[in-house]
Structure formats: C-alpha cells, structure tokens
C-alpha cells in the first residue's frame, strides 16, 4: 500500500477515464434532485411517531450518503484509469572516465574582476560540468599554499557537489602552490584502473611556495599517462584583488596587476596531451568547461528497465466496500416501517 503514495511514479494506462471525474458531481447532483421530487407524500395529522422513528443520528448519517457515493465512484473512475507504478532501473557499460579537478583557493581568488568573485564563479561552473557528467567518477584537489584531497574520485555526484559548495578561500595557508595542486591530483588518480584519466587544473596566480615544483610534478603526470587541461582564470591587465585584511578582519581591496604563468600552464598542458585556456570572464570559462566536456566524452551505453505494478484493485476494492456499506446501514439501521 505503501507504493500508492509514491506519486512521482504512477501513470495511468487509460487516462482518458478521468476525464469522467469531472462530470461525476453533476451526474451525482442530478440523480438525487431527481430522487427527492419523485419521493411519494403522505398527509398525516401529526409528526410525532415521525419523529420518533428517524432520531438526529440517523437524519446526520443519511446526509453523508451521497459525499460517499461520489468518493466511491470516482475512486470507481481511477481504477478504470488503470494507475500503474513504474519502477525504472538503468545499467551501464562502457568505458567511463577519471577526472581530478584540481581548484586554486589562495586569497588572489576572491579577486572582483569575475561576479561576485574568481572562486564563487569557479565554483558555480564547476559544479555545472560535474552535473553533465553523470557516469564519470570525478574528485577535487584544492589548493593555495598547500594541496589537500576535498573529494576523492567517487560517482556519488551529490556528494561530490556537497564538497565544492563548502570550499571556501583561507581554509589552507595562503599562497599559489600549483606544483602541489597538480602532484595531489596525479597521485589520487594513481590507483585509478580507467583507460582515460583527466586533470583539470585552475588557477590565477603564479606558483610561489609547495613541496613540489610545478615541472616535477609534470614529470609525474606524464610517466602515470595523464593528461592535463589548464585554465587561468583573471581579467587582462588590473582587476580589484585582496591585499590583506583590516582590524575587523575585513579583506581590503586594491586594483593590482593580474600575473598567470602562462607559459608553465602551457607547457603542462601540451607535454601532457592536453590544452591550455585563458578565461578573462564567466563566460568564456563556462565555453571551455563545455569544450572539455566534449572533447572527453565517456563511451557508455545505458540500457533502461521498467517494471510495472497495477494499482486498480485497491481503489475497487475501496469503491465496493463503500457501496456495501451504505446498502447494508440503509437496509438494517436506518430501515424504517409505518
């Protein structure tokens, strides 16, 4: 019974039955008008044993009776309908893809030349391209200072899109660590058994501090077969970045030079098999998220079963039940003689 209430997947074999449920009250209103004038009369003198024989209980319970007889029919008219539950289940196969992204976080990403800012929109557009790739298992690497693993590579896309809302900048030491951010995201792809294995990396800075140099970290990238898309993010010339916070704790802003080592992302990205983007607004970051999407594209084939259950027999069962119910209360307690 409990499958009834789950409206979401019922659909109607008929539908065009219910259509009768929108002339049922009339049909139900003309049969008791007609019903009430061709009822015989009789003169009598007093109305005592009138009284007497139909008490307040019975008058109330008569006038439930065609509110009932309306229920009953039109539950009548939806079995009719034949309202099915339809449970869908897909499998796949094929060959899907691993995809590291890896985020530079550092303070340079609240920077206003993006609306409201480099990392809210990053965000946004990321989480636009984890949602149109279903079937790929995909992690997130951040970074600024330091790197560290927000999500491991998983399919389970919620969970996945729960860890990029919550990325905020100053949750690791400040700073543009992009050897790190690349190194985390090759040694998290290290266990994948995928033929094809991504990483996406984005940033606005130059790289500044890390354990790991940007070249060594290609290095890797190159010897495990991963290739590499980079992005840098940051209008050309000036934009409004954050140079510090105030007494309050309040970033404060200045209009500072934007500076992107091109030629290191470049030179990650083509060495790897990939290729490198300058995105100056929201718009054109989006294009290439949508270009990467295409260029890797995941061979699967999805095959779709439904089973279906039929739900008539409960609203009948209901309808009968009701009809049973007044005929026999009409028959036995409210039966009167005179």
Not at 291 to 299: A, G, Q, T, V
Not at 302 to 314: C, D, N, S, V
Request: one cysteine or more; aromatic letters at 8%; glycine letters at 6%.
């Amino acid at each position: 019974m409990d499958s009834i209430f789950n409206i979401t997947r019922i659909v109607f074999a008929q539908p065009f039955w219910l259509l009768l449920l929108l002339v049922s009250p009339f049909v139900c209103i003309y049969f008791l008008k007609n019903k009430n004038n061709t009822n015989a009369q009789l003169q009598i003198s007093s109305t005592a044993f009138v009284t007497k024989q139909n008490t307040p209980w019975q008058i109330k319970t008569m006038m439930w009776f065609p509110l009932l007889q309306m229920i009953a029919l039109a539950s009548l008219i939806i079995a009719m309908s034949r309202p099915q539950l339809k449970n869908a289940t897909e499998s796949n196969s094929g060959s899907g893809i691993d995809i590291m992204l890896s985020m530079d976080i550092s303070g340079s990403m609240l920077s206003q030349d993006f609306t409201p800012n480099r990392l809210d929109v990053a965000k946004n557009v990321v989480a636009d391209f984890i949602s149109a790739r279903p079937y790929d298992r995909i992690g997130l690497v951040i970074f600024s200072g330091e790197s560290f693993t927000q999500c491991p590579l998983t399919t389970d896309h919620n969970i996945l899109l729960r860890q990029v809302e919550s990325v905020r900048s100053g949750i690791l030491e400040d700073g543009t660590a992009i050897g790190m951010g690349l190194a985390t995201a090759v040694q998290r792809l290290k266990v994948s058994d995928a033929k094809s294995k991504i990483i996406i990396l984005l940033t606005d800075g130059v790289n500044n501090m890390g354990l790991i140099d940007p070249i060594t970290a290609l290095e890797i990238a190159k010897a495990m077969k991963v290739k590499v898309y980079t992005i840098g993010v940051g209008t050309m010339g000036t934009a409004r970045m954050p140079v510090g916070k105030n007494a309050f704790g309040e970033w404060v802003f200045s209009e500072e030079k934007v500076e992107i080592d091109e030629p290191l992302m470049t030179k990650i990205a083509q060495e790897t098999g990939g290729k490198y983007y300058r995105c100056i607004d929201k718009k054109a970051l989006q294009n290439v998220y949508a270009e990467i999407d295409k260029l890797e594209k995941s061979k699967i084939s999805i095959q779709t079963h439904q089973r279906i259950k039929e739900l008539y027999f409960p609203f009948v069962f209901f309808a009968l039940l009701v009809f049973v119910i007044l005929f026999l209360i009409k028959n036995t307690l409210l039966r009167t003689t005179i």
